[in-house]
């Protein structure tokens, strides 16, 4: 949700800079949020000024702060469209460590709510994996396809065995990202489209994995997105990890 479908770092960023002095840690900089998205969640857990024992306690606030925002924040630019096209043949739900009532709030607000058959909350932040397991068995899911914004994301994709796409318009860097050799690599909202329709001409064999192509830090997403390494026109921009 955060980062993949809301555009929401920004309103995180301020409400938890708003929280820095109760909480004792120093306020977040531009400079140093661009640092912390090249980070896996161990790494920034390691660096936080917060006990971890009162790391959940600042989550649930900043769930709340962000809730008296919601009716100001947007959707990323171009993805309703996206996930309009994809309900129609698909399935979505929605796998979140924000709370439901801030979820179905902004679905409600941008008339998203009708795409997505469940939602799932409040998931630990390094609980994906295991949460994403229960909901598959529960819901006896056998073909599944995860798509998120963080290295967390592709490695509770990977712990699971879930083939997964990694969108380069949240909260991990590109860069970050693509270490983690995500299945796809998506930098604008329409490759969804296509990495879907190549997916079900010929989705991906259990064991069979796509390389990422090497990334510069000196590439900006622009130009990364024109990077392709099949021959498929219909999968042209998209980074799938290379054979």
């Given at each position: ?43 920034l857990?390691a ?18 702060e ?35 009532g ?39 899911i ?28 949240g ?14 690599l ?21 064991a ?36």
């Open positions: 949700f955060d980062g993949t479908i809301a555009d929401t770092l920004l309103a995180i960023v301020r409400i938890t800079n708003r929280l820095a002095p109760h909480y004792g840690f120093t306020p977040t900089t531009p400079e140093r949020l661009a640092y912390y998205r090249t980070l896996t969640p161990q790494q857990l660096q936080s000024e917060i006990p971890l024992f009162r790391i959940p306690f600042l989550i649930r606030r900043v769930r709340r962000l809730h008296r925002e919601i009716d100001q924040l947007l959707p990323i630019a171009d993805l309703p469209e996206v996930l309009q096209q994809l309900s129609q043949e698909h399935s979505l739900m929605i796998v979140s460590s924000n709370s439901a801030n979820i179905r709030q902004f679905l409600a607000l941008n008339q998203l709510a009708d795409l997505f058959g469940s939602i799932h909350a409040n998931v630990g932040l390094l609980g994906k994996a295991r949460r994403l397991r229960r909901i598959l068995g529960r819901q006896q056998d073909d599944a396809l995860y798509i998120g914004d963080e290295t967390r994301d592709v490695a509770a994709a990977r712990e699971i065995g879930l083939p997964v796409v990694a969108v380069g318009w909260f991990s860097s590109i860069e970050a990202l693509a270490a983690q050799d995500p299945d796809f998506a930098v604008e909202p329409q490759q969804l489209l296509a990495i879907v329709s190549h997916l079900t001409k010929a989705p991906l064999p259990p069979h994995r796509v390389s990422a192509p090497t990334i510069r830090a000196s590439e900006t997403p622009d130009q990364c997105h024109k990077v392709s390494n099949t021959k498929d026109s219909s999968m042209e921009g998209l980074l799938p990890r290379q054979t």
